[in-house]
């Protein structure tokens, strides 16, 4: 495995450095941290790593169709600040059986999972990013998307499930889908099946109609 050059990084560019990594196959990614850091310290010429500099070395040497991929991410990347892996890693280690209590620290600095942290911590701890997607995925603690500032759970109970004849389970997903600002969650019974369909907004349970007409005031 190549030694990776010690770099200080600047805004988002450490991020975008673990998207590009994030292109190369798990077994090479360590020979080619080292080769793509030495380019990007060599680009920076001593001082810290830009943004700029991380996308000019994909743009000038990472072929397609990668290139595009990663271009199209670095568009999409989240405005969490990288640096809270370091600290979270560096506060559990990197042991695969320290991986629970690493994601639920970033849940709770970021407020959930960003493709890009888990990328990093694959990248940070040689855990398997598979592994890490396995467990993200598994538990439902862990939010991959980030939340909205509305959040609906709608319960998918039996006696919600039977009552819903109006389909308000489907109407309420269209909508969370069409606005960023509503996340949803499906769960099991909510303990207020007299209100069934039931469905709990920011909180608050409501039954039907009424959260049907709830959803629409949201943004
Ligand atoms: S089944 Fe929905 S609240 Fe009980």
């Given at each position: 495995?190549?030694?990776?050059?010690?770099?200080?990084?600047?805004?988002?560019?450490?991020?975008?450095?673990?998207?590009?990594?994030?292109?190369?196959?798990?077994?090479?990614?360590?020979?080619?941290?080292g080769?793509?850091?030495?380019?990007?310290?060599?680009?920076?010429?001593?001082?810290?790593?830009?943004?700029?500099?991380?996308?000019?070395?994909?743009?000038?040497?990472?072929?397609?169709?990668?290139?595009?991929?990663?271009?199209?991410?670095?568009k999409e990347?989240?405005?969490?600040?990288?640096?809270?892996?370091?600290?979270?890693?560096e506060?559990?280690?990197?042991?695969?059986?320290k991986?629970?209590?690493i994601?639920?620290?970033?849940?709770?600095?970021?407020?959930?999972?960003?493709?890009?942290?888990?990328?990093?911590?694959?990248?940070k701890?040689?855990?398997?990013l598979s592994?890490?997607?396995?467990?993200?995925?598994?538990?439902k603690?862990?939010?991959?998307?980030?939340?909205?500032?509305?959040?609906?759970?709608?319960?998918?109970?039996?006696?919600c499930?039977?009552?819903?004849?109006?389909?308000?389970?489907?109407?309420?997903?269209?909508?969370?889908?069409?606005?960023?600002?509503?996340?949803?969650?499906?769960?099991?019974c909510?303990?207020?099946?007299?209100?069934?369909?039931?469905?709990?907004?920011?909180?608050?349970?409501?039954?039907?109609?009424?959260?049907?007409?709830?959803?629409?005031?949201?943004?």
């Amino acid at each position: 495995m190549s030694e990776a050059t010690a770099i200080t990084w600047s805004g988002k560019s450490e991020a975008m450095f673990e998207i590009m990594l994030g292109e190369v196959p798990e077994a090479m990614r360590g020979m080619f941290r080292g080769k793509l850091s030495a380019v990007i310290a060599q680009k920076a010429q001593g001082g810290p790593a830009a943004e700029d500099h991380v996308t000019a070395v994909v743009t000038e040497i990472v072929p397609e169709p990668f290139k595009s991929n990663i271009l199209k991410k670095f568009k999409e990347l989240g405005d969490f600040d990288i640096k809270v892996i370091d600290t979270i890693i560096e506060k559990h280690g990197t042991s695969q059986d320290k991986l629970m209590y690493i994601l639920h620290d970033i849940q709770d600095e970021v407020g959930y999972l960003p493709v890009e942290a888990l990328r990093a911590v694959c990248n940070k701890t040689g855990i398997h990013l598979s592994t890490i997607y396995n467990v993200a995925t598994f538990y439902k603690t862990f939010k991959l998307t980030r939340p909205g500032s509305h959040h609906v759970k709608v319960c998918c109970g039996t006696a919600c499930h039977l009552s819903d004849k109006n389909g308000l389970a489907r109407q309420i997903e269209d909508k969370v889908n069409a606005s960023p600002a509503v996340s949803m969650e499906k769960t099991l019974c909510m303990g207020c099946c007299d209100c069934s369909p039931a469905v709990e907004i920011d909180g608050r349970i409501y039954k039907g109609d009424e959260a049907k007409a709830k959803i629409a005031t949201l943004a």
